[in-house]
Every structure is written in C-alpha cells, then in structure tokens.
C-alpha cells in the first residue's frame, strides 16, 4: 500500500463523568489479583490416601507367580528362538524375552551369535537371524524334491 500523508489527527475522549466512571472500573478490575484466597468454614477432603494402589498391587502379585527368570540350557533358548523366527523374520528384544522366559542379558549373549541386529530402516532396532541359520521347514516334502530334482539336470 502506498500513499501520502495530508492530514494528522489526534482524538481525546470527552472527560465527562460517564467516561470516568468506565476508566474507574477498568482500573480496579486491573487492580484485583487473577486468584484469590477462599476461607473454607469445613474440611474437603475429596480423596483418600492408600499405601499402594491397585495397579500396583496387580503388578507385583503378578511377578510373584511368575517368579525370577532362570537360565535355561543354550540349546533350548536356541530352540525356541529358532521356532519364533519360524513364524517371523524380524522380532523386537522385548518379543523375544517374552517369548522365551529369559533375562535380557543372557539372551542378547545368545543372539549375538546367532542374529544379525538391524541398526537402519526399514527393520530398524529389530533381531533377523544370520543366513547361515536361516533353514526354515517347508511345508510339503514334494516341492523339496522337485527342486533337487531340478539341481540333477
């Protein structure tokens, strides 16, 4: 926008009481704190305090009947990792810990043997296992002999 300035003007209000009384007003709502302080005649007391809650309580009674992980032998960790990345190929730590029942320490042990970690998109943070293992079951016996009849030729 472009122009040219030809005129100034400056306007006051007409100081008559009407407009007083409205600047009077403004100036004590200002002047009143936004919170104010409430003399309660009886006690409120909307909550009870507990020791422990329920959740908590569920959760605790749930790890007693589960009990501390134990080591279990290497050979049946492997086993169970091996059936689970039957039906997956990629898995999270925590999928596998509930999986197999295992501490954390003592399986990322096994799987760094076992697995390949991927550390980039699109299977980032996830277990894939090394190809040397990857010997998946096939379904029907009869497409495994007709691809080694297939390597005769």
């Known amino acids: 926008m472009e122009g040219k300035i030809v005129q100034k003007l400056e306007c006051r209000p007409y100081a008559d009481n009407c407009y007083m009384k409205l600047k009077l007003e403004s ?3 200002a002047s009143l704190p936004a ?3 409430k003399q309660l005649d009886r006690v409120v007391q909307t909550f009870k305090p ?4 329920k959740n908590n309580i569920e959760y605790i009674e749930r790890k007693k009947a589960e009990g501390k992980k134990a080591r279990d032998d290497k050979d049946a960790v492997l086993e169970m990792l091996f059936a689970a990345f039957e039906k997956h190929q990629y898995y999270n730590i925590k999928d596998l810990v509930k999986i197999t029942k295992q501490p954390i320490t003592y399986l990322k042990e096994i799987l760094k043997e076992v697995c390949n970690y991927n550390l980039k998109n ?3 943070n996830m277990w894939e296992l090394k190809p040397e293992y990857r010997h998946y079951k096939q379904d029907n016996p009869e497409a495994e ?3 080694d009849d297939s390597d005769d030729d």
């Open 122 to 124: 699109p299977h980032k």
């Open 35 to 37: 919170r104010q302080i």
């Open 145 to 147: 002999a007709k691809k």
């Open 27 to 29: 100036i004590r709502k």
């Open 50 to 53: 507990v020791s422990d809650h």
